[in-house]
Nanobody, 114 residues
Framework: VQLQASGGGLVQAGGSLRLSCAAS????????MGWYRQASGKERELVAR???????SYSDSVKGRFTISRDIRKKMLYLQMADLKPEDTAVYYC?????????WGQGTQVTVSS
């Protein structure tokens, strides 16, 4: 299983970014997946996840601003981020669950300037 995250970058506060995660290998197209982030000096935290059913859930800090979605046919996971804040600055990781294990992508840096 391989997960390749992309789409990070530098954006001003109030701006938007869309992260993408391409999944390949032995991972079902409807596998539970999620986005996590880790800011410098802090622990990795859940941002959003999507269940096999397609049900999405979010952390309180991003609810109403971020949207997780997936393209089952392409095995792609997305995170649309809007109204970005400096505190959203972090390395963002995608995670997928397959064959009894969590699999992580390599991370993509998101930096929000004030």
């Amino acid at each position: 299983v391989q997960l390749q995250a992309s789409g990070g970058g530098l954006v001003q506060a109030g701006g938007s970014l869309r992260l993408s995660c391409a999944a390949s290998g032995f991972i079902p197209s409807t596998a539970p997946m999620g986005w996590y982030r880790q800011a410098s000096g802090k622990e990795r935290e859940l941002v959003a996840r999507i269940a096999s059913s397609g049900e999405a859930s979010y952390s309180d800090s991003v609810k109403g601003r971020f949207t997780i979605s997936r393209d089952i046919r392409k095995k792609m996971l997305y995170l649309q981020m809007a109204d970005l804040k400096p505190e959203d600055t972090a390395v963002y990781y995608c995670k997928g669950y397959a064959r009894g294990y969590d699999h992580w992508g390599q991370g993509t840096q998101v930096t929000v300037s004030s």
